[in-house]
């Protein structure tokens, strides 16, 4: 039995396979750039541009808008709560009772009483037994210790006062958001700084680089991300009193398209993620169907002379040698599209499944060949 012809079918299916309406999963290096000019956007070659002009470095920080709050010496608060502690030797005021005998005939030794906790008012001031009120607010332990000492001149023999104190949300920061441990913490004479009270507070509940930690001092709110927050840097501020600090999770990625072999979004580990670790997180490109000469990055630029926003399209060429060191200089940012192109090759592959599923590949062949 002769075999069909069907030379017909194959000029009517290679236009097919120069067009659009084969399947795809991403666009060729052409389909990019030729509508991309023709709706005046810009298509930049990474190689054509001087080192000078890389894009994507990352921007310095602005400056931080919330000073050092002042140094502390310790002066007492309204809330705190003191604790003070009377030793005495001989007579003794605050000694358990006993009689005149039973005094005269002890061996003097040193008396300690611990007299009730007392929480300073509003007013500033405390109680003190047979000695009356005392103003202790803004005044430092040892001042308020030796006062007390001197009121009790004539009461009591040799008497000697400590005050101890717990400070009370006076001098505190409240923590709140991502963190572990959320709540009120209180300041130290140590002037606790901004990562002082992040570790406190044990630390972020997520990675350093999805976390941006907002200050609020009286009216003030200031903002960093946590993996540009260091020891010495600008942002690591001396806390005041009424500080809120605030952990914010805020996940940073880009999204990788077309023949990568993980099409995802990858997230950033830091500032400093290159085109070269963006394409190597994305398990590089698919050998039977990516264009080495296409690989894009899609942004949004800001405009010259404040205009706005405008879309520019970053083009690699892989098979230029150049590209691997250029790419490792090109810094990615948060929302960027990477997108490797189809090869041209792949559209013609898929009409030559086509072919096979309408006559067998014995035939396809013979098509393919004449």
Not at 19 to 32: E, Y
Request: with cysteine; aromatic share 4%; proline share 8%.
């Amino acid at each position: 039995m002769p075999r069909p012809d069907l030379r017909w079918l194959l000029p009517a299916l290679l236009p097919v396979s120069a067009c659009s309406t084969l399947p795809a999963g991403a666009p060729t290096v052409s389909q990019v750039v030729g509508p991309a000019s023709a709706s005046g956007i810009a298509v930049v070659d990474i190689a054509d541009m001087p080192p000078d002009t890389q894009p994507g470095t990352v921007a310095p920080d602005r400056s931080w808008p919330i000073a050092d709050a002042a140094p502390w010496s310790g002066e007492i608060g309204v809330g705190d709560t003191l604790t003070v502690t009377v030793f005495e030797v001989g007579y003794s005021l605050f000694a358990p009772s006993g009689g005149s005998e039973a005094r005269d005939a002890a061996v003097p030794a040193a008396n300690a009483r611990v007299l009730p906790k007392m929480e300073v008012g509003e007013s500033g001031e405390v109680a003190i037994p047979y000695l009356g009120t005392l103003r202790v607010a803004g005044r430092s332990a040892a001042a308020v210790s030796s006062e007390i000492g001197k009121r009790l001149r004539g009461m009591s023999q040799s008497a000697q006062v400590v005050v101890s104190v717990d400070r009370g949300p006076a001098r505190s920061v409240v923590t709140s958001g991502d963190v572990r441990n959320p709540g009120r913490h209180p300041l130290t004479l140590a002037g606790e700084r901004l990562l002082d009270m992040i570790a406190q507070a044990g630390g972020p509940a997520n990675r350093p680089a999805d976390t941006r930690v907002r200050l609020v001092r009286a009216g003030q709110v200031a903002e960093i991300r946590l993996d540009r927050l260091r020891v010495d840097s600008a942002a690591n501020v001396r806390l005041a009193p009424g500080d809120h600090v605030q952990l914010i999770r805020s996940v940073r990625s880009l999204t990788v398209l077309g023949s990568a072999r993980n099409v995802s979004e990858v997230p950033f580990e830091s500032d400093d993620l290159s085109l070269a670790e963006a394409i190597a997180r994305s398990g590089g490109l698919v050998d039977e169907r990516a264009d080495a000469t296409g690989v894009f990055v899609f942004r949004y630029e800001e405009g010259v002379d404040g205009a706005g926003p405008r879309p520019v399209i970053y083009r690699l060429n892989l098979l230029d040698p150049r590209s691997y060191f250029l790419s490792q200089k090109f810094r990615m940012r948060e929302k960027d599209v990477l997108l490797v192109a189809n090869a041209r090759s792949v559209q013609f592959g898929k009409l030559v499944q086509m072919l096979n599923t309408l006559v067998t590949p014995a035939i396809t062949i013979d098509l393919l060949t004449r």
